[in-house]
């Protein structure tokens, strides 16, 4: 029947977006982080007096 045609169409798009979303949200959070010990260290900076500038 052509007159269901539109419902079929919009069954698959809500299931596609729903692969979709989950797919990029396993491939967010299955990434993990290395974390750089660097940054973790405050680094000690010279400081600027900003009434001289």
């Known amino acids: 029947m052509p007159q269901m045609a539109p419902l079929n169409w919009?069954?698959?798009l809500v299931?596609?977006?729903m692969i979709f979303m989950t797919l990029n949200s396993f491939n967010f959070?299955?990434?993990l982080y290395q974390q750089n010990?660097?940054?973790?260290?405050?680094?000690?900076k010279t400081k600027i007096n900003w009434?001289?500038?």
């Open 10 to 12: 919009l069954s698959l």
């Open 37 to 44: 010990p660097n940054k973790l260290t405050p680094k000690f």
């Open 51 to 53: 009434k001289c500038l």
């Open 29 to 31: 959070y299955m990434f």
């Open 15 to 17: 299931y596609f977006i």
